[in-house]
T-cell receptor, first 111, second 114 residues
C-alpha cells in the first residue's frame, strides 16, 4: 500500500530533550516536506526536500533540523525542544508533478 | 512569498444545503490550487484541485472555481451530508525552476447539521 509513515503518533517530552520524528514513504517520491498544524494558523511548512541531500527552509524553520540521506526517509529533528513547538506535525511527499500525500501526523507536547 | 486567506473560519449548514468556502491568494504566478479535507483526528486528504488554465472543475457534489484576474478561488459543495463535516484547507502553489512551494489557508470548519 502506498503511504507516508510517521512515528511516533504521540510524543510527550520535556524542554531541551532532543527528539526525532521519523518519516518514510514507499512511493519513490522526490519531494518531501514537514508541516506543523496549529489552531487558526492552518498548515505551515517547516522544511522541504527536493531530493536526496537537497533540503530547504520553509516558512517556520527555527528550532528544527532535517536530513535527507535516502530518498524514502526525511526525519525531523528538534535539538532542544521548547513549549512553543507543541503542535501537530505532518510529513508529506509528492511526485514531481502531483499532489501531496500526508502521513497520519505526530502530536507533540513539550512541557 | 505567497499569502493565502480563507473565509469563513467556521461554517454551519443544514443537511442538503450548499456550502461555499472562499480563498484569495497574493502571488499572480500561482498556477495550482488544491483543496484538502481533514476529518477529525485524521490527515489532510486531497479532494479536488484546479490549475490556472481552467476556470472551473467538478467532481460529483464538489466543484472549484478560479478567477485569476481577481486572484480568488472557491470550493462549492452541493447537497451537503453529515459526512462532509470536516476542516477544509485551500492552498496555492507556484512552480518555478522545478520547485513548487504550497501555501495553505488557515482552514474552514464545516459542520453539516442533520
Amino acid at each position: 500500500e502506498a503511504q507516508v509513515t510517521q512515528n511516533p503518533r504521540y510524543l510527550i517530552t520535556v524542554t531541551g530533550k532532543k527528539l526525532t520524528v521519523t518519516c518514510s514513504q514507499n512511493m519513490n517520491h522526490e519531494y518531501m516536506s514537514w508541516y506543523r498544524q496549529d489552531p487558526g494558523l492552518g498548515l505551515r511548512q517547516i522544511y522541504y526536500s527536493m531530493n536526496v541531500e537537497v533540503t530547504d527552509k520553509g516558512d517556520v524553520p527555527e528550532g528544527y533540523k532535517v536530513s535527507r540521506k535516502e530518498k524514502r526517509n526525511f526525519p525531523l529533528i528538534l535539538e532542544s525542544p521548547s513549549p512553543n513547538q507543541t503542535s501537530l506535525y505532518f510529513c508529506a511527499s509528492r511526485p514531481q508533478e502531483g499532489s501531496l500525500h500526508f502521513g497520519n501526523g505526530t502530536r507533540l507536547t513539550v512541557t | 512569498g505567497e499569502n493565502v486567506e480563507q473565509h469563513p473560519s467556521t461554517l454551519s449548514v443544514q443537511e442538503g444545503d450548499s456550502a461555499v468556502i472562499k480563498c484569495t491568494y497574493s502571488d499572480s504566478a500561482s498556477n495550482y490550487f488544491p483543496w484538502y479535507k481533514q476529518e477529525l483526528g485524521k490527515r489532510p486528504q486531497l479532494i479536488i484541485d484546479i490549475r490556472s488554465n481552467v476556470g472551473e472543475k467538478k467532481d460529483q457534489r464538489i466543484a472549484v472555481t478560479l478567477n485569476k484576474t481577481a486572484k480568488h478561488f472557491s470550493l462549492h459543495i452541493t447537497e451537503t451530508q453529515p459526512e462532509d463535516s470536516a476542516v477544509y484547507f485551500c492552498a496555492a502553489s507556484f512552480h518555478y525552476t522545478g520547485r513548487r512551494a504550497l501555501t495553505f489557508g488557515s482552514g474552514t470548519r464545516l459542520q453539516v447539521q442533520p
